[in-house]
């Protein structure tokens, strides 16, 4: 059986406040994809309820790899002293003695409670805190009043974890989306919106889109319909009809849709010749996502499209622009059409 393999993303993790985060890295070198569990496993006074990871089981493509966040919050009456951590991964279809492979250590401190001020010099602590207060308050007012918010940092070229760690740091929400790239590109950011540098609201939004390497057989790119036309589409989809079945003339032992929606048409039991077969496997989708939305139905017996119906145009799509999916029977693209403004 092929091991796993898991890698943490830094050799030491600094507490602030308590808490922390550290992300694993878990590589599938396996010939097929298979669902990982990641658990963390500690030194002697170390336990399990100050470990949360945020999604313990996932599945690993073949010959890639998944991150796994775990939040470390070892709570106030956590002993005092340096301690570590690891992260151990196995099959979760199996025993964890069967496949189990644990990462190097991860080390952490965690400090002792500060001592209580004694109870003469509490005015003068008192009187500081509120000046301390007062010139933070001063400084945040300042900075938001004069820039409109925190900046986004630019964060292409980083490290999946690295930049998610620097826009929180600056008040911001992450958001990831995986996108088709070069091998070398795998787990770094490739792009980013909005850019580096542009002024936002604080807990505002970055969408960062990172590499997942290039597609693999069966899987499809998704691309984008916004602000296309239902018309353009609908023509589209006549256009692939037409050149199947000038390809392939009907008759017994011809061709049938179920061939067609599979992207994978034959002709009298042999494969067809010249046709894109990625265009035909994303009829599929423009066929059924006609009929999913806003009740706007497919013509059965027509090569034209009601005027009004044709000039709607697609506010919205999913799976989203640029999302990488497996193309089974199941395949669904919906859309959401509204008129045009």
């Given at each position: 059986?092929?091991?796993?393999?898991?890698?943490?993303?830094?050799?030491?993790?600094?507490?602030?406040?308590?808490?922390?985060?550290?992300?694993?890295?878990?590589?599938?070198?396996?010939?097929?994809?298979?669902?990982?569990?990641?658990?963390?496993?500690?030194?002697?006074?170390?336990?399990?309820?100050?470990?949360?990871?945020?999604?313990?089981?996932?599945?690993?493509?073949?010959?890639?790899?998944?991150?796994?966040?775990?939040?470390?919050?070892?709570?106030?009456?956590?002993?005092?002293?340096?301690?570590?951590?690891?992260?151990?991964?196995?099959?979760?279809?199996?025993?964890?003695?069967?496949?189990?492979?644990?990462?190097?250590?991860?080390?952490?401190?965690?400090?002792?409670?500060?001592?209580?001020?004694?109870?003469?010099?509490?005015?003068?602590?008192?009187?500081?805190?509120?000046?301390?207060?007062?010139?933070?308050?001063?400084?945040?007012?300042?900075?938001?009043?004069?820039?409109?918010?925190?900046?986004?940092?630019?964060?292409?070229?980083?490290?999946?974890?690295?930049?998610?760690?620097?826009?929180?740091?600056?008040?911001?929400?992450?958001?990831?989306?995986?996108?088709?790239?070069?091998?070398?590109?795998?787990?770094?950011?490739?792009?980013?919106?909005?850019?580096?540098?542009?002024?936002?609201?604080?807990?505002?939004?970055?969408?960062?889109?990172v590499g997942r390497g290039p597609l693999r057989e069966g899987e499809l790119e998704v691309p984008s319909f916004i602000g296309v036309k239902m018309g353009d589409i609908f023509n589209a989809v006549v256009e692939i009809m037409?050149?199947?079945?000038?390809?392939?003339?009907?008759?017994?032992?011809?061709?049938?849709?179920?061939?067609?929606?599979?992207?994978?048409?034959?002709?009298?039991?042999?494969?067809?010749?010249?046709?894109?077969?990625?265009?035909?496997?994303?009829?599929?989708?423009?066929?059924?996502?006609?009929?999913?939305?806003?009740?706007?139905?497919?013509?059965?017996?027509?090569?034209?499209?009601?005027?009004?119906?044709?000039?709607?145009?697609?506010?919205?799509?999913?799976?989203?622009?640029?999302?990488?999916?497996?193309?089974?029977?199941n395949s669904v693209l919906s859309f959401r059409f509204v008129a045009p403004s």
């Amino acid at each position: 059986m092929t091991t796993w393999q898991i890698s943490p993303g830094a050799q030491r993790l600094d507490l602030k406040d308590g808490r922390g985060e550290v992300v694993f890295t878990v590589s599938n070198p396996g010939p097929v994809d298979r669902r990982a569990t990641v658990e963390i496993v500690g030194s002697d006074q170390v336990q399990s309820s100050w470990f949360k990871v945020a999604e313990p089981q996932q599945v690993v493509p073949l010959s890639g790899s998944k991150q796994f966040t775990v939040i470390v919050q070892p709570g106030d009456k956590a002993p005092a002293g340096t301690h570590w951590l690891a992260g151990r991964v196995y099959s979760a279809d199996a025993a964890p003695e069967e496949d189990s492979v644990t990462s190097d250590r991860i080390t952490f401190e965690i400090k002792p409670p500060a001592e209580k001020p004694k109870s003469k010099l509490w005015l003068r602590a008192l009187i500081a805190g509120a000046l301390t207060l007062v010139v933070v308050v001063g400084l945040v007012l300042f900075l938001v009043l004069k820039d409109g918010g925190p900046q986004v940092p630019d964060v292409t070229t980083m490290e999946q974890a690295k930049a998610e760690k620097l826009i929180k740091d600056q008040g911001l929400v992450p958001k990831v989306q995986q996108k088709v790239s070069s091998s070398a590109d795998v787990g770094r950011v490739t792009s980013q919106e909005p850019r580096g540098g542009t002024s936002v609201e604080f807990g505002s939004e970055v969408l960062v889109k990172v590499g997942r390497g290039p597609l693999r057989e069966g899987e499809l790119e998704v691309p984008s319909f916004i602000g296309v036309k239902m018309g353009d589409i609908f023509n589209a989809v006549v256009e692939i009809m037409a050149t199947v079945f000038s390809a392939c003339p009907a008759g017994p032992g011809g061709f049938t849709l179920d061939d067609i929606m599979a992207g994978k048409p034959r002709c009298h039991g042999q494969p067809l010749k010249g046709i894109n077969y990625e265009q035909l496997a994303a009829l599929k989708y423009y066929r059924l996502g006609l009929a999913v939305q806003g009740d706007p139905q497919w013509p059965s017996n027509s090569d034209t499209l009601d005027p009004a119906m044709s000039r709607l145009i697609v506010a919205e799509q999913k799976p989203a622009p640029e999302s990488v999916v497996r193309l089974d029977e199941n395949s669904v693209l919906s859309f959401r059409f509204v008129a045009p403004s």
